[in-house]
């Protein structure tokens, strides 16, 4: 099974809710991703959970806190958001070794109104 | 730091036309190479990979050698579907550098097939 799932498909959110993205693998992957990506444009690395400890966190604002539970399970809380912040965002896992491919989920379009 | 340069968009072609998107790539260290595949309104999925110098990647009659000497990663393929109809993206990992794990991505090509 090479399946990564998302929930929800969709979301919409006002600027002062609070929200949470799900994200789970069940193919034994150690390294755990979110992107955010806007139309037209390639993923932005957010974060990385390897080994289930946040291992790169590549300047988000705080309004975004990802969490990671176990090793199958990764969780993006969102409070506080931006228009701007309207984007697809996607979950992806790897190995944790090797060549580290990854494997994607289908994604959360996010809109902020 | 590393980079990743794909040739600019949108490309399109007729069905069973030959395809050609080229990638090219900057590494400190010795990457892995990849080629993701995003439809529309989906997620990325990986198309190949090559892990050393001289492989070739091969999935769904796409095909991508890994080019130390011209540090390139061109994807090919011989006769387009407008199922192809997608945007590809190149990217790379460095497995020893310190930021193991994290991948660098062009900026994608789109491709159009009309049938």
């Known amino acids: 099974d090479t399946e990564v799932t998302q929930t929800p498909k969709h979301l919409v959110m006002g600027m002062t809710n609070k929200k949470s993205l799900k994200c789970e693998q069940h193919m034994g992957h150690r390294a755990m991703y979110w992107y955010k990506q806007k139309a037209k444009k390639p993923p932005e690395l957010m974060f990385v959970y390897s080994y289930e400890k946040l291992s790169i966190n590549e300047s988000v604002p705080s309004r975004f806190s990802p969490e990671c539970p176990n090793s199958s399970l990764l969780n993006l809380h969102l409070h506080a958001l931006q228009p701007e912040d309207s984007a697809l965002y996607l979950c992806a896992s790897s190995s944790g070794t090797g060549n580290y491919e990854q494997y994607f989920g289908p994604g959360t379009r996010l809109t902020v109104t | 730091g590393d980079s990743v340069t794909q040739m600019e968009g949108p490309v399109t072609l007729s069905e069973e036309a030959f395809l050609t998107i080229n990638c090219t790539y900057t590494?400190?260290?010795?990457?892995?190479l990849f080629w993701y595949v995003q439809y529309p309104g989906e997620g990325l999925q990986l198309l190949l990979k090559a892990t050393k110098a001289d492989d070739k990647g091969s999935n769904k009659g796409f095909e991508a050698t890994y080019r130390k000497e011209t540090t390139s990663f061109h994807l090919e393929k011989g006769s387009v579907q407008v199922s192809d109809s997608a945007v590809y993206f190149c990217a790379l990992s460095d497995r020893y550098s310190v930021n193991a794990g994290k991948s660098t991505f062009g900026d994608g090509t789109t491709l159009t097939v009309k049938p």
């Open positions: 590494a400190t260290g010795y990457p892995s």
